[in-house]
């Protein structure tokens, strides 16, 4: 399995972007996605995540309202629209997925055993 994150890029503040995570190797229709953020200096964070038949959703506080994440599967491909960023949304984000086949998304980045390699996002005041 290997995860591609894309579409990060520097905008300013109340700006929207998309990111886009391609899926190789298998399908995404029987797993869960998730996006994590990470600053310079902070700890990896959770940002969203979709269970693997695209029924359920969660969000980390400061997503809420903001933030939408959905999946594509006949694409392979998970999603995660950003609106009305801010300069604390500056970080590199990772989606990540689980081996087990249907299984249930996580808020714990510990849990997921595959990672794409991130793509930053920098937003300007």
């Known amino acids: 399995v290997q995860l591609q994150a894309s579409g990060g890029g520097l905008v300013q503040a109340g700006d929207s972007l998309r990111l886009s995570c391609a899926r190789s190797?298998?399908?995404?229709?029987?797993?869960?996605v998730a996006w994590f953020r990470q600053a310079p200096g902070k700890d990896r964070e959770f940002v969203a995540a979709i269970s693997w038949s695209g029924t359920y959703t969660s969000y980390g506080d400061f997503a809420k309202g903001r933030f939408i994440i959905a999946k594509d599967n006949a694409k392979n491909t998970a999603f995660l629209q950003m609106n009305t960023l801010t300069p604390r949304d500056t970080a590199v984000y990772f989606c990540?997925?689980?081996?087990?086949?249907?299984?249930?998304?996580?808020?714990?980045?510990?849990?997921?055993?595959?990672w794409g390699r991130g793509t930053q996002v920098t937003v300007s005041s």
């Open positions: 190797g298998s399908t995404f229709s029987r797993y869960p």
């Open positions: 990540a997925t689980i081996s087990r086949r249907f299984g249930e998304y996580s808020l714990n980045e510990y849990d997921y055993d595959h």
